[in-house]
């Protein structure tokens, strides 16, 4: 009998193509599974290889003899600035307290009477502005005279004020010409 042109046979040749096709394309599937399995090692070792050797070539920086001296002398440094008070750890200094502010503005009060006295002294009258004193506005200081012959002073220091009026018993001069006098 001859195969050719019978159905049966026909069929069953043409199936076992298919499965002979199929077995084929299954061991193709593998095998390219498994050359990307083999190409997906090599590049992790691969980038091993670089992780190795970039971090190799760090370790040979961190131990070399320069980079011992200069880590050294940065530390030095650090140290020095910050007993010095000025380096990046510095304690910061607290705020002054209510008694340290008053006790402040107390004593600059006084000391800028004192200069509105010492130049009442010399010339026999009062300033008329604080820019003929030692003083000025932006020290703090705000300065009017009164109409009975005396004086406002205030002083503002970290927000605060005090002001003090006083009356200076002007007398003449001391020395208005500024010259020596002989006896």
């Given amino acids: 009998m001859d195969s050719k042109g019978n159905p049966i046979l026909d069929e069953l040749s043409t199936e076992d193509t298919l499965v002979e096709d199929e077995q084929k394309t299954e061991e193709e599937i593998q095998q390219l ?7 997906e090692k090599r590049q992790a070792l691969q980038n091993e290889g670089e992780e190795e050797k970039s971090h190799g070539s760090v370790r040979k920086i961190l131990t070399s003899p320069l980079a011992a ?11 020095i600035l910050n ?4 380096g990046p750890l510095a304690p910061v200094a607290p705020p002054p307290s209510e008694a340290e ?3 402040n503005l107390e004593m600059s009060l006084r000391f800028a009477r004192e ?29 009017r005279k009164t109409s ?3 004086f406002e002073l205030t ?9 003090m009026s ?12 500024g010259k020596e006098e002989k006896i």
């Fill in 33 to 39: 599974s498994k050359r990307l399995e083999s190409q």
């Fill in 69 to 79: 001296i200069i880590l050294s002398l940065a530390a030095l440094g650090l140290t």
């Fill in 83 to 86: 007993m010095a008070g000025v």
């Fill in 101 to 103: 502010i008053q006790k």
């Fill in 115 to 143: 200069e509105i006295e010492i130049f009442s002294r010399e010339h026999g009258r009062l300033p008329q502005s604080l820019s003929e004193t030692a003083l000025s506005e932006d020290q703090g200081f705000t300065y």
């Fill in 148 to 150: 009975d012959g005396g």
């Fill in 155 to 163: 002083v503002t220091l970290d927000g605060r004020s005090k002001s």
């Fill in 166 to 177: 006083e009356t200076l018993d002007l007398k003449e001069p001391e020395n208005p010409t």
